[in-house]
């Protein structure tokens, strides 16, 4: 894949992963066993309706379309619960935590602190920050699978449609990015802190309700 599109402007998707600079110039061979043993499959999938132009950015132009979270087909995916605790949300607290190693002027750290001077306002303005990052988020899905009724009824035109396969190995800066999904009942639960970080995308970006189980999704996301 060269390219990663979204409904604005295209997204170079070739990140550099240090963690692959030792496949620099290996055989695919060697890769395709380095991903199995990451736990990546040898393929992945994307049933698609035949519509001439999606196929041809799929097959000749190497792009991948990235979906805003409203184009979801479920309306509780990339949703969460978020807890708050009261040291989290204590003014002083997070002022501590906001400020270290920041550089601010004094005028800009009184600033945030006339803007930001009640546990509710805090709380406010975290929940602003998060909902703007997932909403600058695009998505694209795959699958382990390719001979799923669901599937083909779902995605590829009441199986009238086509099931894309893509090798992992050939191009594994791309597919490296194709995380796996985790299913459950219930939305997922986030304990608020200021270094969320990896729990905030792995339950978020990364959790599903169970009954999408079947689907044993695969997922790029890229901050648009």
């Known amino acids: 894949m060269n390219e990663i599109q979204t409904s604005n402007v295209n997204i170079y998707f070739k990140?550099?992963?240090?963690?692959?600079?030792?496949?620099?110039?290996?055989?695919?061979?060697?890769?395709?066993?380095?991903?199995?043993?990451?736990?990546?499959?040898?393929?992945?999938?994307?049933?698609?309706?035949?519509i001439i132009q999606h196929l041809r950015d799929f097959i000749v132009d190497s792009l991948l379309y990235l979906s805003a979270?409203?184009?979801?087909?479920?309306?509780?995916?990339?949703?969460?619960?978020?807890?708050?605790?009261?040291?989290?949300?204590?003014?002083?607290?997070?002022?501590?935590?906001?400020?270290?190693?920041?550089?601010?002027?004094?005028?800009?750290?009184k600033e945030i602190k006339n803007r930001l001077n009640s546990p509710e306002k805090i709380k406010n303005a975290i929940q602003s920050q998060l909902n703007k990052t997932i909403e600058g988020t695009?998505?694209?899905?795959?699958?382990?699978?390719?001979?799923?009724?669901?599937?083909?009824?779902?995605?590829a035109d009441g199986h009238r449609g086509v099931c894309i396969i893509f090798s992992t190995a050939h191009d594994v800066d791309t597919f490296i990015n194709a995380l796996p999904v985790t299913y459950q009942q219930s939305?997922?639960?986030?304990?608020?802190?200021?270094?969320?970080?990896?729990?905030?995308?792995?339950?978020?970006?990364?959790?599903?309700?169970?009954?999408?189980?079947?689907e044993d999704e695969r997922r790029i996301f890229v901050l648009t």
């Open 69 to 109: 979270r409203s184009d979801l087909n479920d309306p509780f995916d990339v949703k969460s619960v978020i807890h708050y605790t009261d040291e989290t949300l204590h003014p002083p607290n997070y002022y501590k935590l906001l400020f270290e190693d920041k550089g601010l002027t004094h005028s800009k750290r």
């Open 187 to 214: 939305l997922p639960v986030i304990e608020y802190s200021q270094k969320l970080g990896g729990e905030f995308v792995k339950k978020v970006f990364l959790t599903k309700a169970k009954p999408w189980k079947y």
């Open 15 to 50: 990140a550099p992963y240090d963690r692959l600079a030792h496949l620099t110039g290996a055989t695919y061979e060697t890769k395709r066993q380095f991903l199995w043993k990451q736990g990546w499959p040898h393929h992945l999938y994307k049933y698609k309706p035949c």
């Open 138 to 155: 695009g998505f694209h899905s795959f699958t382990k699978w390719h001979r799923d009724l669901l599937m083909w009824s779902h995605y």
